[in-house]
């Protein structure tokens, strides 16, 4: 089975400055897809960001960014110019076209807080 | 535009007793899910449907049952409710087009055994 393994429990930063947040995933599959989700307080499961695994180049959006290293496997988000709305739960999740029909593998998530 | 649907959305049950969360969603997906998420955690998998009259089991599937009659509905049944689960419960839906594997998630059902 896939494993998602998320090594930094919490996270701080301060508005405004850069956070990047590691994701390390184990596979033998060759082509799948890579998500980070955000969990703000309200317990809504809200995509971030997704990466294909065909692709070299590294996914972005807006403020939020991948280091995508195929064969690393590692998959880190940065956010930049944070956000005091940025603070919530970031999952990092791993999905396959082998895997239970394309559920997702989640790490267990680590905490970012964002202070003024 | 509601996506994925659950009711209720917190829930306290006794120890043997059950019940059913439900889970509804308006995109026309063939992939349902069941989720858990407990405290500290990542999301496990419970079960899933890859299309109405089709489901399997996942990760953590002992003391749940599903079914799925329709393509928009996923129930997600409960029986003889114990404290180990207590949890939050996500539904989640999605289709596979190509690279577009997004799940969408329901708001999630906090459920408490006592």
């Known amino acids: 089975a896939q494993t998602v393994t998320q090594s930094q429990p919490e996270m701080s930063v301060q508005e405004a400055e850069t956070v990047t947040l590691s994701c390390t995933y184990d596979?033998?599959?060759?082509?799948?897809?890579l998500f980070w989700y955000k969990q703000p307080p309200s317990r809504q499961m809200i995509l971030v960001i997704r990466?294909?695994?065909?692709?070299?180049q590294n996914a972005t959006e807006n403020r939020f960014s991948v280091n995508f290293q195929k064969a690393a496997k590692s998959f880190s988000l940065k956010i930049s110019d944070s956000q005091l709305g940025d603070a919530a739960m970031y999952f990092c999740?791993?999905?396959?076209?082998?895997?239970?029909?394309?559920?997702?593998?989640f790490g267990k998530g680590t905490s970012l807080l964002v202070t003024p | 535009n509601a996506g994925v649907t659950q009711t209720p959305k917190f829930r306290i049950l006794k120890i043997g007793q059950s019940m059913t969360l439900q889970c509804a969603q308006d995109?026309?997906?063939?992939?349902m899910y069941w989720y858990r998420q407990d405290p500290g955690m990542g999301l496990k998998l419970i079960y899933y449907?890859?299309?109405?009259?089709?489901?399997d089991k996942g990760e953590v599937p002992n003391g749940y049952n599903v079914s799925r009659s329709t393509t928009e509905d996923f129930p997600l049944r409960l029986e003889l409710a114990a404290p180990s689960q207590t949890s939050v419960y996500f539904c989640?839906?999605?289709?596979?087009?190509?690279?577009?594997?997004?799940?969408?998630f329901g708001q999630g059902t906090r459920l408490t055994v006592v």
């Open positions: 989640a839906s999605s289709e596979k087009q190509g690279a577009r594997t997004e799940a969408f």
């Open positions: 596979t033998s599959e060759s082509d799948y897809y």
């Open positions: 990466q294909e695994a065909y692709k070299q």
């Open positions: 999740a791993y999905g396959d076209y082998s895997n239970s029909g394309y559920a997702l593998n």
């Open positions: 995109m026309n997906h063939n992939y």
């Open positions: 449907s890859v299309g109405a009259g089709i489901t």
